[in-house]
């Protein structure tokens, strides 16, 4: 099977710009999960969507909103871009209720 | 709330030998998953080896295997035979069933020729 797929790898925005960053799943995986990596605070979970329902959601400001789509591919907007917002955004999915999470590339943001 | 702790910024081993990275976590939780995932400079995150909080037999996989002691919160991943290719950093990670793994602040692996 194709592993996760993201798209786009890199992105440069400059702030107060909004972004919208797209992740495909392994085929048959109904679960997506979305992370952010940064240097300073390391990998922090974003939020995981499950049959088109956002089922968990982490610890961050209402600027970082997602959704899925039927066929389970899901996308995670970034509005009102900050400095701070420049990560890699690293999103993982699973099969149903199963706990291993597949990652893909990532895509690296860098916000001017 | 979980907590994933890894106290080795950064570790080295020399090529053929064997290596062991530390990690302690935290959870009230009596129903976990432990993993322990790598990320090389392609920053691709792979998946090493899992562990079932409620299985007591150490996960295995070819050179990777884990020393996953319950009562200590102590999941530790013991790599065989290093080769140039197990250089990348490693992450410990908890989940506790929904679906959003913690993780730990990672060690990075350097082999020496």
């Known amino acids: 099977k194709a592993g996760v797929t993201q798209t786009p790898r890199y992105l440069i925005k400059t702030r107060g710009q909004q972004v919208t960053l797209s992740c495909s799943p392994i085929?048959?995986?109904?679960?997506v999960s979305w992370y952010q990596q940064t240097p300073g605070q390391g990998l922090q979970f974003l939020f995981e969507y499950f049959s088109e329902t956002q089922r968990n959601k982490g610890n961050f400001p209402g600027r970082f909103s997602g959704r899925q789509f039927s066929n389970s591919r899901s996308e995670m907007n970034v509005s009102t871009l900050e400095l701070g917002d420049s990560a890699l955004y690293l999103c993982?999915?699973?099969?149903?209720?199963?706990?291993?999470?597949?990652f893909g590339p990532g895509t690296r943001l860098l916000v001017l | 709330a979980q907590t994933v702790t890894q106290s080795q910024p950064e570790m080295s081993v020399q090529e053929a030998e064997t290596v062991t990275l530390s990690c302690t976590y935290d959870?009230?939780?009596?129903?976990?998953?432990l993993f322990w995932y790598k990320q090389p400079p392609s920053r691709q995150m792979i998946l090493v080896i899992r562990q079932e909080a409620y299985k007591q037999q150490n996960a295995t996989e070819n050179r990777f295997s884990v020393n996953f002691q319950k009562a200590a919160k102590s999941f530790s991943l013991k790599i065989s035979d290093s080769q140039l290719g197990d250089a990348a950093m490693y992450f410990c990670a908890s989940s506790q069933g929904a679906q959003k793994l913690v993780f730990g602040q990672g060690t990075r692996l350097t082999i020496n020729p």
């Open positions: 085929s048959g995986h109904r679960s």
């Open positions: 993982a999915s699973s099969p149903n209720n199963q706990e291993t999470q597949y």
């Open positions: 959870t009230s939780e009596s129903d976990y998953y």
